[in-house]
């Protein structure tokens, strides 16, 4: 069993950052990809920045230049850097991850933007 816990979330000001963070524990082995998706009030959930195993990130368009995906595979977690935020970023944010040959949800964290 693996455990993911996101950390990170809060209340920010229109404008205003935060960053989120995903650690990985129940496994020896690193977060080998990873994604973020969000889910705001009566909202499917939707998918907000991919990071492969490979390294290389993709970003939905509603986040593109504003937000940055990473691994820290030394430390068994994963970010997301989220500048320049909006009131419609406010939603709960999850971590998507893949450990030990099988993809892992977080719990979630609330993210909330006041204008």
């Known amino acids: 069993q693996v455990y993911l816990v996101e950390t990170g979330g809060g209340l920010v000001q229109a404008g205003g950052s935060l960053r989120l963070s995903c650690a990985a524990s129940?496994?020896?082995?690193?977060?080998?990809?990873m994604g973020w998706y969000r889910q705001a009030p009566g909202k499917e959930r939707e998918l907000v920045a991919t990071i492969s195993t490979g390294g290389i990130t993709n970003y939905a368009d509603f986040v593109k230049g504003r937000f940055t995906i990473s691994r820290d595979n030394a430390k068994n977690t994963g970010s997301l850097q989220m500048n320049s935020l909006k009131p419609e970023d406010t939603a709960v944010y999850y971590c998507?991850?893949?450990?030990?040959?099988?993809?892992?949800w977080g719990q979630g964290t609330q993210v909330t933007v006041s204008s």
């Open positions: 998507h991850a893949l450990v030990t040959g099988t993809w892992w």
């Open positions: 129940g496994s020896r082995d690193s977060i080998f990809a």
